[in-house]
């Protein structure tokens, strides 16, 4: 028992592919993050655009 702990306690073979894991899991999170500020950021100015417009639009068709 003690020498199949000792051999898988060596054995690195998985290693590089747990490294590979890690630092795909972290290009994906930081695309992410990336795609969610920039989509957030163009659904509110898109938002605000068009209640200007419609605003503007409303007040010169209907006046007060």
Same mark, same amino acid.
């Given at each position: 028992?003690?020498?199949?702990?000792?051999?898988?306690?060596?054995?690195?073979?998985?290693?590089?592919?747990?490294?590979? /894991?890690?630092l795909? !899991?972290?290009?994906? %999170?930081? &695309?992410?993050? *990336?795609?969610? $500020?920039?989509?957030?950021a163009? /659904?509110t100015?898109? !938002?605000?655009?068009? %209640?200007? &417009?419609?605003? *503007?639009?409303? $007040?010169?068709?209907?006046p007060?």
């Open positions: 028992m003690l020498r199949k702990i000792k051999f898988f306690w060596q054995n690195d073979s998985g290693a590089v592919t747990v490294d590979w /894991v890690v795909t !899991a972290a290009v994906v %999170g930081l &695309a992410m993050a *990336a795609w969610a $500020s920039a989509y957030d163009s /659904v100015g898109v !938002a605000g655009s068009t %209640g200007d &417009a419609v605003n *503007a639009f409303s $007040s010169t068709v209907f007060d």
